[in-house]
Structure formats: C-alpha cells, structure tokens
T-cell receptor
Framework: GAVVSQHPSRVICKSGTSVKIECRSLDFQATTMFWYRQFPKQSLMLMATSNEGSKATYEQGVEKDKFLINHASLTLSTLTVTSAHPEDSSFYIC???????????FGPGTRLTVT | AQSVAQPEDQVNVAEGNPLTVKCTYSVSGNPYLFWYVQYPNRGLQFLLKYITGDNLVKGSYGFEAEFNKSQTSFHLKKPSALVSDSALYFCAVRVPRDYGGSQGNLIFGKGTKLSVKP
C-alpha cells in the first residue's frame, strides 16, 4: 500500500530556532500535499496545501512567513517552522495525494516541542 | 459552510458489545465520506470511505459505516468491539470540486475517543 513518511518523528528545539519537517511519498507521486496541525485532544487543522512546483496555499490565520512550505518534487514536501516559539509546539501531520488515484494518505506525524 | 460534526467526545463500550460512533455532515453536493483512526502519537489510518453505491460500506478491522443521505449521517459501526479498538476516530468529508473543493482537501470532525473496556 501507499506509504507516507515524515522525518523527524519527534523534535525538541529551543525558542527562536527553525525546524524543518520532511514529508515523503515513498511509492507514489504526489502533486498535492497537505500540512495539518493537531493540538492535544483536538481535530486536525489544515494549515496549507502545497502543489508541486508552485507556491503553497495557506489557510486563513496561518502565517506563511512563519510556516514555510516547499514542494520541490513529486515525492517531497517540507515544512519549516521559523523562529519557533513554545506556542508552536504541536503535532504536525502531512498528507499526500496520489496524482493517479487521487487517494489521500497520511504520514505518521511529527511531535514538535519548543522549549 | 462545509462542516462535519461528531457529537460525542467519548464513547465507552464493553468488549464484545456493538459500537457506534456518530458522524453527521453539512456539505453541498454529494461528498466523499471517510473514517480514520488515530492511535496515540501516530498519524491517521484509513478505515473506510463512501463515494457512491451501496449505503453500507465495509472497511478495515471489521468496521463498517452506513451512509444515510436523508439524515446526512455516516455513522461508524462494529458488531463486536475489541479492547484494541480503543483509539481516536475521525470522520471526514471531501468536498466535490464543483462545490468549491478545488483542492480536494478533507474536512475533519473533532474526533471521538473510543474506549473499550474488558
């Protein structure tokens, strides 16, 4: 079956530093990838949608200069949290949509803790 | 506005008993409906989906869901619950392209925690 990986699975960083999270579709090509944020005991909140080779579309209220998204290839999208603050601590989940089947597959998530 | 509602924050069931996790939706057009399960500190795992056809959809791990268009519901069910079914369950809907779902992203309910006791 289709697999989406995320790296790292868990990261702890100091306030003010930047963190990059990678999302890869391992056995399919994804023209579209989605980035979600999940707070404890809450649902997934769509942050942005990235299309390969073009700029990401951010949801209302999400700072595009803080959450930099790059989707340079059909199998890789990255989310960089710049100048991280403790309030950015969260569980970040990516999802990739197979360009052929249009099915959407989820990564295992990345737990970010900003101290 | 497009939305998905899961009215129960938590559902408690004894092992071996049937379980139901409720979901209703408010979406224009004929949406695609999904159920996902999430274990602690893990991503989402796909359980099943409804696109068209038979209203009763069978999915992974013995789960099934029934699409009811008149009630705009898509409740998740299992005839006999297992302790290992304890997890967080999310209902989701994909808005059709011709009703504003240009990106095809999923809209999620807030999730229901299922607790199955031995």
């Amino acid at each position: 079956g289709a697999v989406v990986s995320q790296h790292p699975s868990r990261v702890i960083c100091k306030s003010g530093t930047s963190v990059k999270i990678e999302c890869r579709s391992l056995d399919f090509q994804a023209t579209t990838m989605f980035w979600y944020r999940q707070f404890p005991k809450q649902s997934l909140m769509l942050m942005a949608t990235s299309n390969e080779g073009s700029k990401a579309t951010y949801e209302q209220g999400v700072e595009k200069d803080k959450f930099l998204i790059n989707h340079a290839s059909l199998t890789l999208s990255t989310l960089t949290v710049t100048s991280a603050h403790p309030e950015d601590s969260s569980f970040y989940i990516c999802s990739a949509r197979d360009r052929l089947s249009y099915e959407q597959y989820f990564g295992p998530g990345t737990r970010l803790t900003v101290t | 506005a497009q939305s998905v509602a899961q009215p129960e924050d938590q559902v408690n069931v004894a092992e071996g008993n049937p379980l139901t996790v409720k979901c209703t939706y408010s979406v224009s057009g004929n949406p695609y409906l999904f159920w996902y399960v999430q274990y602690p500190n893990r991503g989402l795992q796909f359980l099943l989906k409804y696109i068209t056809g038979d209203n009763l959809v069978k999915g992974s791990y013995g789960f099934e869901a029934e699409f009811n268009k008149s009630q705009t519901s898509f409740h998740l069910k299992k005839p006999s619950a297992l302790v290992s079914d304890s997890a967080l369950y999310f209902c989701a809907v994909r808005v059709p392209r011709d009703y504003g779902g240009s990106q095809g992203n999923l809209i999620f309910g807030k999730g229901t925690k299922l607790s199955v006791k031995p």
